[in-house]
């Protein structure tokens, strides 16, 4: 007989409870140091202070009208996103996908608009993750995904991710914008080049096309910057947010400059949640927090020093452990051994991570640890290493 809960997720035999700051508790109070964060979700861990004060004050007040009104705490989050990034304006929704498809449709009305209704084409990399619709799963092209939900929609061309040359060549007359991530995070933590996203913002100027940046894993802080294409000193035309900006309330976001927002004009775009108070309390909390002076240097400070144990770990563990790699909090142990092994022998040792594609091991702790919380993940990862069995 099927699950009442529908079984598309083989989930770890594990229920927490309650948590506090990096930590996680069962029911029977085994405690859990999380660098899964929910997935990049939790940014300031669990029940954050100001994120339970502000969620609280506006759960008394009120919860959702609908945009059929204005909503007062949306245009303050949209207007500090517009003042802290490229942006001159922000779309809201309740997910990540959500805010992929936002920007597709953006793409296709700009062209539309501005006399190329032809260029509704959207160039993809190899190994990106954009969502579980049906066109954000079109659009990565990953047959894993797309097994079993054909046809696909229509309108996306799958590069290399990293080579600029096959990307030149895929350009055509109906190509409108090309979509990437900054750092794939599903496909395994691999960062593109800082100069190929440089290349990618001039090809997108020399053919008239949206640069459009899916930075819902990688954004909001992750990589001790605001948004993680920042490292490039580009400047994209659409960006999809998500994961971190609510720090656990699902909140997302499509930003985009006036020129390429330019078709996205009333009736044209919607949803009934999209940027309800409730998210919107908690999205503007998110943001006292994250862009507070400060903060985002203590990110980094605190990424180089798990990195550089990490580097150590790669080091003494060869028989485990292959490499690291992504940027900030946002990283990624290539494994030598299956990486779902890594994870299920790292939970059982009390800190959890999360599996990604290219048999990586995600390190993604909330944006609040300290440096004794690196420590304590370091050590519970040296012993899983180093207690690791042999091959017979
Ligand atoms: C998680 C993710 C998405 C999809 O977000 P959902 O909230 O699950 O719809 C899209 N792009 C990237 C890069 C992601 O990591």
Request: with cysteine.
């Amino acid at each position: 007989m099927i699950d009442a809960l529908m079984p598309t997720y083989a989930r770890a035999e594990l229920a927490f409870e309650r948590g506090e700051g990096p930590y996680l508790y069962t029911a029977e109070g085994r405690r859990f140091l999380d660098f899964a964060s929910g997935i990049a979700v939790n940014a300031l861990g669990h029940s954050h202070p100001h994120l339970v004060e502000a969620v609280g004050a506006q759960a008394q007040k009120l919860w959702h009208v609908s945009n059929l009104y204005r909503i007062p705490e949306a245009e303050r989050l949209a207007q500090r996103l517009v003042e802290a990034t490229f942006a001159d304006t922000v779309f809201f929704t309740n997910s990540g996908a959500e805010a992929i498809e936002c920007g597709v449709k953006l793409v296709r009305k700009y062209h539309d608009v501005t006399g190329h209704p032809e260029r509704y084409r959207v160039i993809t990399c190899s190994g990106a993750f954009h969502g579980r619709t049906l066109t954000t799963i079109s659009a990565a092209a990953n047959p894993k995904y797309l097994e079993g939900f054909t046809p696909a929609v229509e309108g996306f061309d799958n590069v290399a991710f990293g080579n600029l040359n096959e990307l030149r060549a895929a350009i055509t007359p109906e190509t409108g914008a090309i979509l990437v991530e900054p750092i794939q995070g599903e496909g395994g933590i691999r960062p593109a080049d800082l100069d190929y996203l440089r290349a990618l913002r001039q090809v997108c100027d020399e053919f008239g096309l949206l640069l459009f940046l899916d930075e819902v894993q990688c954004g909001v802080g992750r990589t001790g910057r605001f948004f993680a294409h920042e490292w490039a000193e580009i400047r994209p035309d659409v960006m999809a947010v998500a994961k971190g900006l609510g720090g656990g309330f699902p909140v997302g976001a499509c930003l985009a400059t006036e020129a390429a927002a330019a078709g996205m004009t009333a009736g044209s775009h919607g949803s009934t949640f999209g940027g309800n108070p409730l998210a919107m309390a908690v999205g503007n909390a998110v943001l006292d927090v994250v862009l507070a002076e400060g903060f985002l240097e203590r990110v980094e400070t605190l990424a180089a020093e798990l990195r550089a144990g990490l580097e150590g770990l790669v080091q003494r563990h060869p028989g485990v452990l292959a490499e690291v790699r992504g940027a900030g909090l946002m990283l990624g142990l290539r494994c030598t051994v299956p990486n779902g092994e890594v994870v299920a022998r790292l939970r059982e040792g009390g800190l959890l991570t999360v599996p990604a594609a290219d048999n990586v091991v995600r390190i993604l702790p909330p944006l609040i640890i300290e440096a004794q919380q690196v420590e304590e993940a370091l050590g519970i990862l040296e012993r899983t290493c180093a207690g690791w069995p042999k091959a017979a």
